[in-house]
């Protein structure tokens, strides 16, 4: 970073006015997607419903999906139907619709779920079993029917017999609104559903051509969302609403139709595109999600709206004040200053100038304007003008200009940050390399002043003090200084040094930085902070400095909504009139880089970050969040002989669980959430002595002494949301020789035979007691020996897999984290492969599990032969399953790696073979350890699905 760039992280035009809704550059909602790679089932989702639960329900060509936010898992239909339809019954269970059959999803009793047919409840005999494709479930009071080709079918809520009525081949879409049942009929219109009979409603022959994709039901009329526009449907008849909603919304190809809890609705297409407009049909949003058509919708208990697309499911932050303007809305390059000026968003980038205009389809996009060659690097706009400074100099765009005027040019030091004056209106400080250019405003229009130089600070950040020229500067090299400056000629009057003499220990390697809090000079040198009181700087001990990890980095950005405090990985937020502050992750914790906050004039704040720009519209609405629940999801205890046993995931009133003497822990916490990146952490009272780090849902705990243990768990989402804190207290029972009364006979044993000991040794002589304390010196040196040597085994037994003798899956995953971060610091390759023995289940059923064991010794041996112990790390991933880590190693290399391990493997007396998955990656901030493992169990998956025996690459790697 050159030095004087921080200082552009110290800008901001507070508040200015909150402009109309028109007038903003709406961003693209933050979202997530999840392809065949996650759910492992085909392409292809054709229908969406959350649970009561929280969980997600998709509508998949292999069956149903089921999605807790962590785990994808899939359940078939008979005869491997398709599932067509899903709808959320009054039971809260999740009916289907699929080919010939429809049903429901009903507990397992095991934590899963189960299909069961309705066919025999609906009282379908013969061939009226031969239902073709069920294209609808509709939820009602009265309970849920389907929509088959030929028949409409009705299961009661009330155990009543099921009810069905033929519908013609011309038959549409049904849609329960307004507590009655409505479709459309081709060639007839907008009907109503009656006791059997299709009724024409008044007007709704307006429709008779025109598909109906969805209705949404508003207080007083219902709105019809068809191929040709916007309908109004009421007691009088059907018309079009006229206007840029109904042209836009005529001109695409819409499908499904959900109305959101803010009142406003979205529209998804069979082209790809989804549409969201507001309460009063003025286009919010109009976003290319790509060219597979939008097939279903549903939103969460988190207000994340869910798509169904031909290929992926999506889940987007929608509605939300959060949304991001990037690569997609065609900004270039990385920016670093924006500035809201004369209805438009302006960017200073490291591609040069650019503008984003609001548009009324809803699709803004950066206009890259041609008045530089380089890069540009901040912005400004008062008195009616736009001040930019880029490398070149200092340009101002006045009211109705086509092309900026040039006010200041140097070929080799442009204007790198902008600071206007907090006393005087008419005054920008302008930081052009290693002077500072005084800009004033005059004769209507802004003017380059008399310059002044730093010298050889290297500034890093600068504040205006308590008048016009008073200038607190820090510097990477040394202390802080104020300097006097007169703005009319540029001399400089005054000049003070604040270092170790006035309260401020200066870093070295850090040198100092300013910034401005509550009215308060503030600095930081490496990581210590400091205030200033009177003519002295103090440690600082209080927020924001000491909630960051690295205070050096630290900005504080003061807003109409609130003051943020940031560096480039951590965002922290106190609301107006609050004093607590909050940390923010607004697009998950792997979206960082914050590099500069404003508060813009059209009252939406901006973050610049390493992908764009995260915009925040206090204007736009937030649903309510239902209540996150934590719980667990398995609680397994098994002992060293192998045995396991299933306990109860949570206590029964204050009585703790009791496990066996000897037993340790697997547990699995459980927390429902759709939001990415959730993770727990532990406190073990009375055996930990602080919480532990945040990690994800799998704790082990070892065999404990007898006692009773309260295990208290927290978890958080990605965007920063926690659950109530759950606690799970179970006991630990004593062996029976750690009974009391045991323990209390064994004591008065011991006691006794001291006594008689003690009396022996009196009547020994002296040589022989000399003669014994050697000979005990030396059997205590010889158990220390033994008992470091008992230590060292105990080490090796902690990370060796005892049936393989290779490292275990806990190895593996602290050699994953240690060589994840390591290639990361160092910008080089990590490799995985996931080595899978083909057939082993067969295997062990046809020769037994311990002839099996001995196979699968024989497996890890020859793999040892093919692996450099010294740089890689062999491991057993579990059961048949050995994973191979290559530190340094290219999935290019890694695959030829993985084909020769394959070939001598194949070729090897062993009479068996293996498939391989290999996944490789340059680590990156924004990635997690575990997602090479995934991208390498994947490739060994598809290996399998090929025939195994066989390696395949992930992302797009050859397949041998």
């Given at each position: 970073?050159?030095?004087y760039l921080?200082?552009?992280?110290?800008?901001?035009l507070?508040a200015?006015?909150?402009?109309?809704?028109a007038?903003?550059?709406p961003?693209?909602?933050l979202?997530?997607?999840y392809?065949s790679?996650?759910?492992r089932?085909k392409?292809?989702?054709?229908?969406?419903?959350t649970?009561?639960?929280?969980?997600?329900?998709a509508?998949?060509?292999?069956g149903?999906?089921r999605f807790n936010?962590?785990d994808w898992?899939?359940?078939?239909l008979p005869?491997?139907?398709?599932?067509?339809?899903?709808?959320?019954?009054?039971?809260g269970l999740?009916?289907?619709?699929?080919?010939?059959?429809?049903g429901?999803?009903?507990?397992d009793?095991?934590?899963?779920v189960?299909?069961e047919?309705?066919?025999d409840?609906?009282?379908?005999?013969?061939?009226q079993?031969?239902?073709?494709?069920v294209f609808?479930?509709?939820s009602?009071?009265?309970?849920?029917?389907f929509?088959?080709e030929?028949?409409?079918i009705?299961?009661?809520d009330?155990?009543?017999k099921?009810?069905?009525?033929?519908l013609?081949?011309?038959?549409?879409?049904?849609?329960?609104?307004?507590?009655?049942?409505?479709a459309?009929?081709?060639?007839?219109?907008?009907?109503?559903?009656?006791d059997?009979?299709?009724?024409?409603a008044?007007?709704?022959e307006a429709?008779?051509?025109?598909?109906?994709?969805?209705?949404?039901?508003?207080?007083?009329?219902?709105?019809?969302?068809?191929?040709?526009?916007?309908y109004?449907?009421d007691?009088?008849?059907?018309?079009r609403?006229p206007?840029?909603a109904?042209?836009?919304?005529?001109?695409?190809?819409?499908?499904?139709?959900?109305?959101?809890s803010?009142?406003?609705?979205?529209?998804?297409?069979?082209?790809g595109?989804?549409?969201?407009?507001?309460?009063?049909?003025?286009?919010?949003?109009?976003?290319?999600l790509?060219?597979?058509?939008i097939?279903?919708?549903?939103v969460?208990?988190e207000?994340?709206?869910?798509?169904a697309?031909e290929?992926e499911?999506?889940?987007?932050?929608?509605?939300?004040?959060w949304?991001?303007?990037?690569?997609d809305?065609?900004?270039?390059?990385n920016?670093?200053?924006?500035?809201?000026?004369?209805?438009?968003?302006?960017?200073?980038?490291?591609?040069?100038?650019?503008?984003?205009?609001?548009?009324?389809?809803?699709?803004p996009?950066?206009?890259?304007?041609?008045?530089t060659?380089?890069?540009?690097?901040?912005l400004?706009s008062?008195?009616g003008?736009l001040?930019?400074?880029?490398r070149?100099?200092?340009l101002?765009l006045?009211?109705?200009?086509?092309?900026?005027?040039?006010m200041h040019e140097?070929?080799?030091?442009?204007?790198?940050?902008l600071?206007?004056?907090?006393?005087?209106p008419?005054l920008?400080?302008g930081l052009?390399g290693p002077?500072?250019?005084?800009?004033h405003?005059?004769d209507?229009?802004?003017?380059?002043?008399?310059?002044?130089?730093?010298?050889?600070i290297?500034?890093?950040g600068?504040?205006?003090?308590d008048?016009?020229g008073e200038?607190w500067?820090?510097?990477?090299?040394?202390?802080?200084q104020?300097?006097?400056v007169?703005?009319?000629?540029?001399e400089?009057?005054s000049r003070?040094?604040?270092?170790?003499?006035r309260?401020l220990?200066?870093?070295?390697q850090?040198g100092t930085?300013?910034?401005?809090?509550?009215?308060?000079?503030?600095a930081?040198?490496?990581d210590?902070?400091?205030?200033?009181?009177?003519?002295?700087?103090?440690?600082?001990?209080a927020?924001?400095i000491?909630?960051?990890a690295?205070p050096?980095?630290?900005y504080?950005?003061?807003?109409p909504?609130?003051?943020?405090a940031?560096t480039?990985?951590?965002?922290?937020h106190r609301p107006?009139g609050?004093?607590?502050?909050?940390?923010l992750y607004?697009?998950g914790?792997?979206m960082?880089?914050?590099?500069?906050?404003?508060?813009?004039q059209?009252?939406?704040?901006?973050?610049a970050?390493w992908?764009g720009?995260?915009?925040?519209?206090?204007?736009?609405?937030?649903?309510?969040?239902?209540?996150l629940?934590?719980?667990?999801?398995?609680?397994?205890?098994h002992n060293?002989a192998g045995e396991?046993?299933?306990?109860?995931?949570?206590?029964?009133?204050?009585?703790p669980?009791?496990?066996?003497?000897?037993?340790?822990?697997?547990?699995?916490?459980?927390m429902v959430?759709?939001?990415?990146g959730?993770?727990f952490r532990?406190l073990?009272?009375g055996?930990?002595?602080?919480?532990s780090?945040?990690?994800?849902?799998?704790?082990f705990?070892?065999?404990?002494?007898p006692?009773?243990?309260?295990?208290?768990v927290?978890?958080?989402t990605?965007?920063?949301r926690?659950?109530?804190?759950?606690?799970y207290?179970?006991?630990?029972?004593?062996?029976w020789?750690?009974?009391w009364?045991?323990q209390?006979?064994?004591?008065l044993?011991?006691?006794?035979?001291?006594?008689?000991?003690?009396?022996?040794?009196?009547r020994?002589?002296?040589?022989?007691?000399?003669?014994?304390?050697?000979?005990?010196?030396?059997?205590i040196?010889e158990r220390?020996?033994?008992?470091?040597?008992a230590?060292?085994?105990?080490?090796e037994?902690a990370?060796?897999d005892?049936?393989?003798?290779?490292?275990?899956?806990?190895?593996?995953?602290n050699?994953l984290?240690?060589?994840?971060?390591?290639c990361?610091?160092?910008?080089?390759?990590l490799s995985?492969?996931?080595?899978?023995v083909?057939?082993?289940?067969?295997?062990n059923?046809?020769?037994?599990?311990?002839?099996?064991d001995?196979?699968?010794?024989g497996?890890?041996q020859?793999?040892?032969?093919q692996?450099?112990?010294?740089?890689?790390?062999?491991?057993r991933?579990?059961?048949?399953?050995f994973?191979?880590?290559?530190?340094?190693?290219h999935?290019?290399?890694?695959?030829?790696?993985?084909?020769?391990?394959r070939?001598?493997?194949?070729?090897?007396?062993a009479?068996m073979?293996?498939?391989?998955?290999?996944?490789g990656?340059?680590p990156?901030?924004?990635?997690?350890?575990?997602?090479?493992?995934?991208?390498?169990d994947?490739?060994?998956?598809?290996?399998?699905?090929?025939g195994?025996?066989?390696?395949?690459?992930d992302?797009?790697?050859?397949?041998?």
């Open positions: 970073m050159r030095p921080p200082l552009l992280l110290l800008l901001g507070l200015g006015p909150v402009l109309s809704l007038e903003t550059v961003g693209a909602p979202s997530r997607s392809g790679e996650h759910t089932v392409p292809g989702h054709m229908a969406l419903a649970s009561p639960g929280g969980e997600l329900y509508g998949n060509q292999d149903v999906l936010g962590i898992r899939l359940t078939m005869a491997r139907s398709a599932a067509h339809a899903l709808a959320i019954g009054n039971d999740v009916y289907v619709g699929g080919y010939d059959t429809f429901r999803l009903a507990p009793g095991e934590g899963g189960a299909y047919e309705l066919l409840a609906a009282g379908l005999t013969g061939d079993r031969h239902l073709g494709f609808q479930a509709i009602t009071p009265e309970g849920v029917y929509r088959t030929k028949r409409l009705l299961l009661p009330d155990g009543k099921a009810r069905q009525w033929p013609p081949e011309s038959a549409r879409s049904f849609y329960w609104v307004g507590g009655r049942m409505l459309r009929v081709q060639g007839q219109g907008l009907v109503r559903f009656e059997g009979k299709l009724v024409l008044p007007g709704g429709l008779a051509d025109i598909p109906l994709p969805g209705i949404v039901e508003r207080e007083d009329h219902l709105l019809l969302v068809t191929n040709d526009g916007f109004r449907a007691d009088r008849g059907v018309s609403l206007g840029p109904s042209d836009l919304l005529a001109g695409v190809r819409a499908y499904t139709v959900l109305g959101l803010d009142g406003s609705l979205v529209v998804g297409t069979l082209d595109s989804l549409l969201r407009f507001d309460a009063q049909l003025r286009i919010r949003q109009n976003l290319d790509g060219t597979y058509g097939l279903g919708m549903a969460d208990q207000s994340g709206l869910w798509l697309t290929n499911l999506k889940r987007l932050t929608l509605p939300s004040p949304t991001h303007l990037g690569e809305q065609g900004i270039a390059g920016p670093t200053d924006f500035e809201w000026h004369d209805g438009a968003l302006w960017l200073a980038t490291s591609q040069g100038i650019q503008r984003m205009r609001p548009s009324d389809d809803g699709q996009h950066a206009e890259r304007l041609p008045w060659d380089y890069e540009a690097y901040a400004h008062a008195q003008e001040l930019i400074g880029v070149e100099g200092l101002a006045g009211p109705g200009d086509e092309a900026p005027r040039r140097h070929p080799n030091h442009g204007v790198f940050a600071m206007p004056s907090r006393h005087d008419n920008v400080y052009s002077d500072v250019v005084l800009v405003h005059r209507g229009r802004w003017q380059e002043g008399p310059r002044f130089s730093l010298g050889d290297s500034i890093y600068v504040e205006e003090g008048a016009a200038l500067i820090g510097d990477s090299r040394g202390p802080v104020r300097w006097t007169n703005t009319e000629t540029g400089i009057t003070e040094v604040y270092d170790d003499s309260g220990a200066v870093s070295p850090f930085s300013v910034y401005r809090f509550e009215e308060r000079i503030h930081t040198s490496g210590v902070g400091f205030r200033l009181e009177g003519d002295r700087f103090v440690p600082d001990k927020p924001p000491t909630l960051v690295r050096h980095e630290m504080v950005e003061q807003t909504l609130g003051d943020y940031y480039t990985r951590e965002l922290w107006k609050e004093t607590q502050w909050q940390p607004p697009g914790r792997g960082a880089g914050y590099s500069s906050v404003r508060y813009g059209d009252g939406v704040l901006r973050i970050t992908t720009l995260l915009q925040f519209d206090p204007e736009e609405s937030r649903s309510e969040l239902q209540p629940q934590l719980g667990m999801e398995s609680v397994v205890a060293e396991t046993r299933v306990l109860p995931t949570r206590n029964n009133g204050a009585e669980v009791r496990l066996p003497p000897g037993y340790s822990l697997s547990l699995r916490f459980a959430s759709m939001e990415s959730a993770e532990y073990l009272h055996v930990t002595p602080d919480w780090d945040w990690a994800d849902r799998d704790l705990i070892r065999s404990l002494p006692g009773d243990y309260a295990l208290e927290q978890a958080r990605g965007t920063g926690q659950p109530a804190a759950m606690t207290r179970f006991r630990v029972l004593p062996f020789y750690q009974q009364w045991v209390a006979l064994g004591g044993v011991v006691l006794g035979l001291a006594v008689t000991v003690a009396l022996w040794l009196v020994l002589r002296t040589e022989r007691f000399l003669e014994a304390n050697r000979r005990l010196e030396a059997r040196a220390t020996h033994e008992l470091e040597d230590n060292r085994r105990l080490a037994l990370t060796e005892a049936l393989t003798g290779v490292a275990n899956r806990r190895a593996l995953e050699g984290r240690r060589e994840w971060y390591r990361l610091d160092q910008r080089r390759s995985v492969l996931m080595i899978d083909d057939h082993f289940k067969a295997y059923d046809a020769h037994g599990h311990l002839e099996g001995v196979q699968l010794r497996i890890a020859r793999l040892a032969t692996h450099d112990p010294q740089r890689e790390l062999l491991s991933y579990g059961g048949e399953e994973a191979l880590l290559l530190p340094g190693v999935a290019e290399e890694a695959t030829r790696r993985a084909e020769s391990i070939a001598a493997i194949a070729s090897s007396d009479g073979t293996v498939s391989i998955g290999v996944a990656m340059v990156d901030v924004q990635s997690e350890p575990d997602s090479l493992l995934r991208r390498a994947a490739a060994l998956y598809e290996a399998k699905r090929a195994r025996n066989r390696v395949a690459t992302a797009g790697g050859a397949k041998v």
